[in-house]
């Protein structure tokens, strides 16, 4: 009796030393909304997410206000989860124009089309949602068991229609980070009158002014945070160098269409940024500000203004830029 007690003790020691130098088991994959607007900055991010197990992907809803037209970020979407072989994920669009009407600001000739994204070769991919996308992203969060994510790399067009036809959805919601505006920078030079706001929420500041008043909470990565991050030329050469997948030469790909904006300085990884801080927070400094945006037209429209009595905003600023950098390598070149 006592041997058996005394090998049943030292089987319980072996047992609790081996649970001690075990790994922990990996949490389940945080599900995320991801709401974009499909244009070079956006394949960075959105790749990254696809590769980065502690996230999955539930919807893709493409904002047709920005940077791409509705069938090419749709179609471009639907490639990039073939290309990573991330599976069913259900995408669509709304609409190519604001929230509350109006004429898109960025010219046509910029914009993501379907003959420009023919020479990225992707794959095949699956069909369309049959939802549009206010429609999809309102269903993505009603059915998730608990708050979901979002994250938000263009215009906020489906996520303002999305709130005002179902505001219940906000409370859904754990967090939406947010890529756009300038609180205390100046901003892309939309205009040449106006030198404060961004793109991505002067191309519909109704819709962006709707979502920051919600009462959604939200973490902005504006350009506060990603003028500190450039795409220099030493990393679009180290990636290329170092392409090991097939996500990686894709963005290689597409990064080379911006090699002159690279070599000229102005080329950032805003969207990108936004998707690893929303992964990591500790990658910036976040501060609590009150900021409104302005969406009276005018020299300031689109304006993402600190104000004394507006919204609370988490504004992210000093990013660790190398930590980032190497995290979208990594990433880009995980499996095959």
Sequence with gaps: ???????????????????????????????IIIDTDMTTDDFMAITYLLKNPDFSVKAITVTGTGWAFCDAG???ALGMLAMTNYGDVPVS????????????????????????IKAYKLPAGGKPSDLDAVALFTKTVQDAPAKIEVLALGPLTNLAEAFSKTPALIDKIERVTVM??????????????????????????????????SGVP??????????????????????????KTAAAKFIATALTGSEDSINNGGYFFWDPLAAAVMADPTLGTHTERSVSVIDVPGPDYGRTMPVGNGPRIDVVTKPDGKTFEQRLLDAWNKGT
């Design 1 to 31: 009796m006592r041997r058996k007690l005394l090998l049943l003790a030292l089987m319980c020691g072996l047992l609790s030393t081996f649970a001690m130098v075990m790994p922990a088991v990996a949490a389940d994959p945080k599900p």
């Design 74 to 76: 749709v179609q471009m």
């Design 93 to 116: 669009c709304w609409k190519d124009t604001p929230w509350l009407g109006g004429d898109n600001p960025v010219n046509p000739d910029w914009r993501t089309t379907l003959d420009s």
């Design 180 to 213: 756009g505006g300038a609180v205390d920078v100046a901003g892309s030079g939309v205009s040449d009158t106006n030198t404060s706001a961004e793109w991505n929420i002067y191309c519909d500041p109704p819709a962006a002014h709707a979502v920051f008043e």
């Design 218 to 243: 939200i973490t902005l990565v504006a350009l506060d945070a990603s003028n500190d991050v450039p795409v220099t030329p030493d990393f679009l050469k180290n990636l290329k160098a170092d392409a």
